[in-house]
């Protein structure tokens, strides 16, 4: 198996620009979770989705956060407009029975705002 | 509300030695606690978890953690340290209610010396 896959790496933009973090999520797994790690508040789930419908977007920072499952093997995590604030590391993970399987992450996209 | 405290961001160890992380959580109801393990530049894996079967849990790479109700803890050890140990290690709560999501530590990180 692949293992859980995050495009791009690595993302460099403006203040104000549009970003967009994708996902795929392992094959078989019906959860799908993005979280966020910054140096100053660690490691925070954003949002978590069961068969493609959000269940926990408590920890959406603000509206400028959308994310979308449209489909069981695809996930976007939007941020417009971008501030450099949100420069972290963002990570997608993926499990088969819930947020206390276990979840395998995604190598991660590391975002970057000026 | 549940949560996680990591006692001490940083722990060093010479290769050999035993490696002891600590955790302690705070849940309202018995809890499932997780230890993940995060190598540089890569997506967290689970080392462990505790799901209120046995106390004394074993993981992957010689790792193992008891859960101690009367302390509050779920401290993580093993025996004898390799260089390859070297990572930061998450301790992690879901207290398994509402959405089931798991809250994080801050992290330790573990040095390795030879």
């Known amino acids: 198996d692949a293992g859980v896959i995050q495009s791009p790496r690595h993302e460099v933009t403006e203040m104000g620009q549009e970003v967009t973090l994708r996902c795929k999520p392992i094959?078989?797994?019906?959860?799908l979770f993005w979280y966020r790690q910054t140096m100053m508040r660690g490691l925070e789930l954003l949002i978590y989705?069961?068969?493609?419908?959000?269940?926990?977007d408590s920890g959406m920072p603000e509206d400028r956060f959308s994310a979308k499952m449209p489909n069981a093997s695809f996930s976007t995590l939007k941020i417009q407009p971008s501030e450099p604030r949100d420069s972290a590391v963002y990570f997608c993970?993926?499990?088969?029975?819930?947020?206390?399987?276990?979840?395998?992450f995604g190598p991660g996209t590391r975002l970057t705002v000026l | 509300a549940q949560s996680v405290t990591q006692l001490g961001s940083h722990v060093s160890v010479s290769e050999g030695a035993l490696v002891l992380l600590r955790c302690n959580y705070s849940?309202?109801?018995?809890?499932?606690l997780f230890w993940y393990v995060q190598y540089p530049n890569q997506g967290l894996q689970l080392l462990l978890k505790?799901?209120?079967?046995?106390?004394l849990v074993k993981g992957i790479n010689g790792f193992e953690a008891e859960f101690k109700k009367s302390e509050t803890s779920f401290h993580l050890t093993k025996p004898s340290a390799h260089m390859s140990d070297a990572a930061e290690y998450f301790c992690?709560?879901?207290?398994?209610?509402?959405?089931?999501?798991?809250?994080f530590g801050t992290g330790t990180r573990l040095q390795v010396f030879p």
């Open positions: 993970a993926s499990s088969k029975k819930g947020p206390t399987d276990t979840q395998y």
């Open positions: 094959s078989g797994h019906d959860y």
């Open positions: 989705f069961n068969n493609n419908v959000p269940i926990d």
């Open positions: 849940s309202s109801v018995p809890p499932y």
């Open positions: 505790y799901t209120s079967a046995a106390t």
């Open positions: 992690a709560v879901s207290d398994h209610t509402d959405t089931d999501k798991l809250i």
